[in-house]
């Protein structure tokens, strides 16, 4: 079973808020990513991070940011939301499987609602 | 362009019923990933596939690395209102290995 986690699961807050989206892992994963996902629909890298310090932007563009100062922790902060952010936000950590091929394991989401 | 492509995006069947999903590349992967997502939930990892021609078996699920590993398919046998949920293939590709990237999805139900 994957330990990691994210908090809130849900939030719905008003236009022009300041929102931050927690992620924990408790596996000592270096890498750690950011994905959007619409219900139902394909997941979009948006940042990840090979370790402390590291960030990078995703394959789709984000107004969000993010920071890893802890090895454990990765959150996403969104300025000032906008309708435009509402979405599933996915966190994940991963690590070379034993078959050398890298595997995920995913946060359950935050459901983030602007309104 | 869609690096990945999953089909078909959408499948309805009855429970008994054999499906294969397939997720089709252009590009040599190092290694395939099957994830299954249900509603609300985040992605969980079925299996990986690292050779080509490789084939994994999962219960009543079996999976498929093409020869030029561009391609997998996922099989499933007697499908059970419990396999309901979004199928999703991901690929690392060589020197980025550890950066996956994600078909669209297969949304599988599976009705009584």
């Known amino acids: 079973e994957a330990d990691i986690y994210q908090t809130p699961r849900y939030l719905v807050i008003g236009t022009g808020k300041k929102i931050t989206l927690e992620c924990s892992q408790t596996?000592?994963?270096?890498?750690m990513y950011w994905y959007q996902q619409d219900p139902g629909m394909e997941l979009h890298l948006i940042h990840y991070?090979?370790?402390?310090?590291?960030?990078e932007k995703g394959d789709l563009s984000s107004e969000s940011t993010v920071s890893r100062i802890r090895t454990e922790h990765f959150p996403l902060t969104l300025e000032s939301a906008r309708p435009s952010h509402t979405s599933q936000y996915l966190c994940?950590?991963?690590?070379?499987?034993?078959?050398?091929?890298?595997?995920?394991?995913f946060g359950q989401g935050t459901r983030l609602t602007v309104v | 362009t869609q690096l990945l492509e999953q089909s078909p995006q959408f499948l309805s069947i009855q429970e008994g019923e054999n499906l294969t999903v397939y997720c089709n590349s252009s590009?040599?992967?190092?290694?395939l990933q099957w994830y299954r997502q249900e509603p609300g939930e985040g992605p969980v990892l079925l299996v990986t596939?690292?050779?080509?021609?490789e084939v994994k078996k999962l219960k009543r699920l079996t999976f498929q690395f093409g020869d030029a590993r561009k391609d997998s398919s996922l099989h499933i046998t007697a499908a059970q209102p419990g396999d309901t949920g979004l199928y999703l293939c991901?690929?690392?590709?060589?020197?980025?290995?550890?950066?996956?990237?994600f078909g669209k999805g297969t949304l599988l139900t599976v009705n009584p």
């Open positions: 994940a950590s991963s690590e070379l499987g034993s078959y050398g091929g890298t595997e995920a394991f």
């Open positions: 596996m000592g994963h270096d890498k």
């Open positions: 991070s090979y370790g402390v310090n590291s960030t």
């Open positions: 590009s040599v992967f190092s290694s």
């Open positions: 596939v690292v050779t080509g021609g």
């Open positions: 991901a690929g690392a590709r060589g020197g980025s290995n550890y950066k996956l990237t």
